[in-house]
């Protein structure tokens, strides 16, 4: 059974950073690309950023390039998003997912990801 589990949101001020993490269970974790997305209240959800199954290559919204990194460590099965230079813009609940059996073909479309966790709350205020 796939577990996902997210857990490092809180409140950060503006400008600070936050580290997510992503814990993932009952799956090859090593052989499936990734991605954190994240749901602002009152919006639908939004694909922020995605790496392949070797973490050699990284992808993100136009929104967090240059703030935001992910990563992962299969030893751990476990996936990152460091966010830097937070705004209160980036407030949300953010969820991992896991790709599905098939090559994917656009980190950013949401139906690439078959299992997602429940996500963490992220809130960036003074």
């Not at 950023?49 to 990194?69: E, H, K, L, M, P």
């Not at 599905?100 to 078959?114: A, H, K, M, T």
Request: glycine letters at 12%.
């Amino acid at each position: 059974q796939v577990q996902l589990v997210e857990s490092g949101g809180g409140l950060a001020q503006p400008g600070g950073s936050l580290r997510l993490s992503c814990a993932a269970s009952g799956f090859t974790f090593a052989s499936y690309p990734m991605s954190w997305a994240r749901q602002a209240p009152g919006k639908g959800l939004e694909w922020v950023s995605g790496i392949n199954s070797d973490g050699s290559d990284q992808y993100y919204a136009d929104s967090v390039r240059g703030r935001f990194t992910i990563s992962r460590d299969s030893a751990k099965n476990t996936l990152y998003l460091q966010m830097n230079s937070l705004k209160p813009e980036d407030t949300a609940r953010y969820y991992c997912a896991k790709a599905g059996p098939f090559i994917i073909r656009d980190y950013s479309g949401l139906s690439e990801y078959d299992a997602w966790g429940h996500g963490t709350q992220v809130t960036v205020s003074s």
